[in-house]
């Protein structure tokens, strides 16, 4: 069965830092996958896809990577703004095509 | 402006009553879920459509029915609610569930007593 991670809970950082989020999933064989941003009371915003043969996207100040051998994938945000405070989500779609998500990091980008 | 549309926002409902969760998109997608998101434990999937007339079930799917009689509109029902079904519900669409990216819905906050 497959299980994601995302490591850590939560988060704080002073704005203007570079910050990584972790996510970690337990079976290689994985169609995509995707990091989502959750603000409080809202639906899900997808940020970046990527599929099994990639290794990174980028979109402006994010970077994703994939290694699916070893079962993870990091978001990299750069130059952080209070603006990006939100919980970020990442979710891997299996070969059946359902999504199975991570339990989600809370981020606070302090001014 | 074209999305997922969710209603209602809110509800409360007393156990053993039904209700129905209502979904509808406006980008002609082929596939539309419905997810649970409760506290520490992520966006679990309850049911899932490939297209009109098809449906599957997800990972939590005992309590819910889905039916898809449209491209248009995926109605999750709950027969009789139960306190344990006290969650955020969000449905979604796309093309397909992995070639590309999902639209959510803004979810519905639902509370069994």
């Known amino acids: 069965k497959q299980e994601v991670t995302q490591i850590p809970a939560a988060l704080s950082v002073p704005e203007g830092e570079n910050l990584v989020l972790n996510c970690s999933f337990t079976?290689?064989?994985?169609?995509?996958l995707q990091w989502f941003r959750q603000d409080p009371g809202k639906g899900l915003t997808s940020l970046l896809l990527?599929?099994?043969?990639?290794r990174e996207q980028t979109s402006g100040r994010l970077n994703a990577s994939l290694d699916k051998s070893s079962g993870r994938s990091t978001l990299y945000i750069a130059a952080s703004q209070p603006g990006d405070s939100a919980t970020y989500l990442c979710?891997?779609?299996?070969?059946?095509?359902?999504?199975?998500f991570g339990q989600g990091t809370e981020l606070s980008v302090k001014p | 402006n074209a999305g997922v549309t969710q209603t209602p926002k809110f509800q409360v409902l007393k156990t053993g009553q039904s209700m129905t969760l209502q979904c509808a998109q406006d980008?002609?997608?082929?596939?539309m879920s419905w997810y649970r998101q409760d506290p520490g434990m992520g966006l679990r999937l309850i049911h899932y459509?490939?297209?009109?007339?098809?449906?599957d079930q997800g990972e939590v799917p005992n309590g819910y029915n889905v039916s898809r009689s449209t491209t248009e509109d995926f109605p999750l029902r709950l027969l009789s609610a139960a306190p344990s079904q006290t969650s955020v519900y969000f449905c979604?669409?796309?093309?397909?569930?992995?070639?590309?990216?999902?639209?959510f819905g803004a979810g519905s906050r639902l509370t069994v007593l």
């Open positions: 979604a669409s796309g093309d397909s569930p992995g070639a590309n990216v999902l639209t």
């Open positions: 079976d290689s064989a994985i169609y995509n």
């Open positions: 990527i599929q099994s043969s990639q």
């Open positions: 979710a891997v779609v299996n070969q059946g095509g359902k999504l199975i």
């Open positions: 980008m002609n997608h082929e596939y």
């Open positions: 459509s490939v297209g009109a007339g098809i449906t």
